[in-house]
T-cell receptor
Framework: EAGVAQSPRYKIIEKRQSVAFWCNPISGHATLYWYQQILGQGPKLLIQFQNNGVVDDSQLPKDRFSAERLKGVDSTLKIQPAKLEDSAVYLC????????????FGPGTRLTVL | QKEVEQDPGPLSVPEGAIVSLNCTYSNSAFQYFMWYRQYSRKGPELLMYTYSSGNKEDGRFTAQVDKSSKYISLFIRDSQPSDSATYLCAINNQGGKLIFGQGTELSVKP
């Protein structure tokens, strides 16, 4: 079974630029999550999708972050404009159904904002 | 007060040692408690989870929950260099929203 795929793996941008991350979850997984993991901290949930609908985006900084999951499969997370404090690893995870304790994580995209 | 608190370490032990990793949490309503392992430059992977109080064992790993003191632990017996990673405790705050501790970095020296 293929795991969660993410691209790019690394990205370096200057502040105020925009950036987009892509995620392909495990086939058949209805629930998709985006997490932000700042160095030395645990992952923090940004947004949760169930199929192509948003379940929870309470911790997403909506003035600069946006995410979509068209057709209930792949997802894209965008930051525009980026700030220095957005430097982090952005992890995508998926699970078979909402409420599942087991979430499968991708390798993450490491973003550096200069 | 953070919902989940974890001693960040780092923790360094010799091979074969027993390792104890701990977290505390604030909300007594939490029911599902998880431990994830994260190798360097990889995403977290689920080690084990427990429901409510009690112990759960899987090979060299034992997870323990004490709801009366809001304390969760992970014990690793006969630790190996391959166990060197960051260990994250997490709580499922209904609907699959995981709240993670900040992680404990463990190094097992041969």
């Amino acid at each position: 079974e293929a795991g969660v795929a993410q691209s790019p793996r690394y990205k370096i941008i200057e502040k105020r630029q925009s950036v987009a991350f892509w995620c392909n979850p495990i086939s058949g997984h209805a629930t998709l999550y985006w997490y932000q993991q700042i160095l030395g901290q645990g992952p923090k949930l940004l947004i949760q999708f169930q199929n192509n609908g948003v379940v929870d985006d309470s911790q997403l900084p909506k003035d600069r972050f946006s995410a979509e999951r068209l057709k209930g499969v792949d997802s894209t997370l965008k930051i525009q404009p980026a700030k220095l404090e957005d430097s982090a690893v952005y992890l995508c995870a998926s699970s078979q159904h909402i409420g599942s304790n087991e979430q499968f994580f991708g390798p993450g995209t490491r973003l550096t904002v200069l | 007060q953070k919902e989940v608190e974890q001693d960040p370490g780092p923790l360094s032990v010799p091979e074969g040692a027993i390792v104890s990793l701990n977290c505390t949490y604030s909300n007594s309503a939490f029911q599902y408690f998880m431990w994830y392992r994260q190798y360097s430059r990889k995403g977290p992977e689920l080690l084990m989870y427990t429901y409510s109080s009690g112990n759960k064992e899987d090979g060299r790993f034992t997870a323990q929950v004490d709801k009366s003191s809001k304390y969760i632990s992970l014990f690793i017996r006969d630790s190996q260099p391959s166990d060197s990673a960051t260990y994250l405790c997490a709580i499922n705050n209904q609907g699959g929203k995981l709240i993670f501790g900040q992680g404990t970095e463990l190094s097992v020296k041969p």
